[in-house]
């Protein structure tokens, strides 16, 4: 099944009282994908295949 994504721009218009907590979480979005990209590859690496959406969620949430 085709996935599609989209990216929205917006302007911030209260930069100073939200720019702390904007990186915080782009930081955080950003551990997260490369923890969930090496866990990806040790599974390709150990079983040849590629963990699923769900595989990902159950593995990583804890």
């Not at 929205?8 to 990209?37: F, M, P, T, Y």
């Amino acid at each position: 099944m085709l996935e599609v994504h989209r990216t929205h721009r917006a302007r911030i218009l209260n930069r100073s009282q939200v720019e702390d907590s904007l990186d915080r979480h782009g930081w955080s979005a950003s551990k997260l994908w490369n923890v969930a990209n090496y866990h990806s590859r040790q599974v390709w690496e150990d079983t040849g295949e590629i963990p699923d959406h769900e595989e990902l969620k159950r593995e990583l949430k804890g």
